[in-house]
C-alpha cells in the first residue's frame, strides 16, 4: 500500500506580505518565513507576524530601550531570523537585551500556525555597562549556520582579542552550540573581528556575508563622527581594522599601519555620519534599481545602493524612510522600516 503523508498542523497556506505600508513601532529587524509570512521585531520587545492580510502579536520578551537612569540606549529587541528549514522545524529566533542591564540573548521559539511556543534561550552573551554598542543582528548563512553580531560595548582593544566575543561575529549550530569547524579552536564561536557595532548583517544566494559597521564617535582616539563602513565579503577568521584603524584605513593616534592582515573595509562614509542598521542583498528579480545590490538602511541617510568597486565601492541614495532594517520580500520587493511604519518598494 502507498505511504501517505499528513501536512504538518501548525503549517499554513502560502501567505501573502503586505500589499502595501503597515504600521509598525521601530521595527527594528525584518525576516521572511518560507511560506511567505513577513515576521519583525519591535524594539519594545514584541515579534509580529504579518499573516491572512493583518499583523499578529506572535511572542514577547522582556528587555529595555533606555539606560537605568533613563538615557540614550542601543538595547531592546534588536535581531530576528527565521530557520533555514522553517518548513519542518518551524524555528524563528530573536537576539534582545535583557532587562538585567547585564546580558543578552538569543531565543527561539517554535511557530505553530502564528502562535509561539517552547521558547529557549540558547545563546546568552555579555550586554555591556554602559549605552552603546551592542550589535544583536541575526542571520543563517548557506552552510545552515547561525551567525550573530556583537559590537565590542565601548572596550575597543575586545575587537582585536580572538578570545573574547565582543567587537565579533560569531558562528553556532541552530540549538545554540559552538559550530565546530570555527577558525579560532574548539568551544570559540568567533569567525570574524575587528568590529566597532557591526549592525547590519545580510548573506547573499552564492553565501557571501556582508557586515556594515557603525563608525566612531571619539572612542578609543578615534575622530568624533563619521567613518561607517560596510564589508561586501567576510571571510573566515578575517580581522577589520578596529580599533587600529578608521574609516578607508587611517591609523589612530600613533599608529603607522593598521596591524598585519588588518582587512579595509569596501566602504566608508568617511566624515559623514550614515549610522547602518540593516541590508540586504538583492537579487536579480528585485527592483531595477536595486537588484545586484547591496542595500543598508541608515538611520541618518536613508537607504544607500552598494556597488562594488576598486579602491572602493561607491553608494548612491534610495528611499529617505529606510532607516532600521530592509530585507527582499518572497515577491521580490524591497520592504522596509523606520521607527513607524514597513513600506514596500516594487
Excluded at 558562528?171 to 568590529?195: K, Q
Excluded at 559597521?213 to 573566515?236: E, H, K
Aim: aromatic residues 10%; negative net charge; contains cysteine.
Amino acid at each position: 500500500m502507498p505511504s501517505t503523508t499528513s501536512a504538518s498542523p501548525c503549517a499554513l497556506g502560502r501567505q501573502t506580505p503586505p500589499a502595501a505600508t503597515i504600521p509598525a513601532n521601530f521595527a527594528t529587524a525584518l525576516a521572511f518565513a518560507s511560506d511567505g509570512r513577513l515576521f519583525y521585531a519591535e524594539r519594545s520587545g514584541t515579534v509580529r507576524v504579518w499573516q491572512d492580510g493583518t499583523a499578529h502579536a506572535f511572542a514577547s520578551v522582556s528587555t529595555v530601550t533606555s539606560e537605568r537612569g533613563g538615557g540614550y540606549s542601543e538595547r531592546g529587541l534588536l535581531g530576528l531570523a527565521i530557520s533555514p528549514s522553517f518548513t519542518r522545524d518551524h524555528f524563528v529566533f530573536a537576539f534582545y537585551s535583557d532587562a538585567d542591564y547585564t546580558t543578552q540573548h538569543v531565543i527561539r521559539w517554535t511557530d505553530c500556525a502564528g502562535t509561539a511556543s517552547n521558547a529557549t534561550v540558547i545563546i546568552t552573551l555579555p550586554a555591556g555597562p554602559d549605552c552603546c554598542h551592542k550589535g544583536g543582528r541575526l542571520a543563517f548563512g548557506s552552510d545552515g549556520m547561525l551567525y550573530v553580531t556583537l559590537g565590542e560595548e565601548h572596550t575597543a582593544a575586545a575587537a582585536q582579542n580572538t578570545a573574547d566575543v565582543r567587537g565579533k561575529v560569531l558562528r553556532y549550530r541552530p540549538d545554540g552550540s559552538v559550530a565546530p569547524d570555527n577558525p579560532f579552536g574548539a568551544g570559540n564561536p568567533v569567525w570574524a573581528y575587528g568590529l566597532r557595532n557591526p549592525f547590519g548583517i545580510a548573506f547573499s544566494s552564492s553565501g557571501q556575508m556582508a557586515i556594515i559597521n557603525n563608525g566612531p564617535s571619539g572612542d578609543a582616539g578615534s575622530p568624533s563622527t563619521g567613518y561607517d563602513t560596510a564589508i561586501l565579503n567576510v571571510g573566515r577568521g578575517g580581522g577589520y581594522q578596529w580599533p587600529n584603524c578608521y574609516g578607508y584605513s587611517h591609523p589612530i593616534g600613533s599608529r603607522s599601519s593598521c596591524g598585519a592582515g588588518q582587512i579595509a573595509p569596501d566602504w566608508s562614509s568617511e566624515g559623514s555620519t550614515v549610522v547602518p542598521a540593516g541590508a540586504t542583498f538583492v537579487d536579480s528579480s528585485g527592483p531595477a534599481a536595486f537588484a545586484g545590490h547591496l542595500v543598508l538602511c541608515t538611520y541618518a541617510a536613508g537607504m544607500l545602493v552598494l556597488s562594488p568597486g576598486i579602491p572602493h565601492a561607491s553608494a548612491t541614495r534610495g528611499p529617505s524612510n529606510c532607516r532600521l532594517d530592509v530585507k527582499e520580500g518572497p515577491d521580490h520587493a524591497l520592504y522596509y522600516s523606520d521607527t513607524g511604519h514597513i513600506y514596500r518598494q516594487g
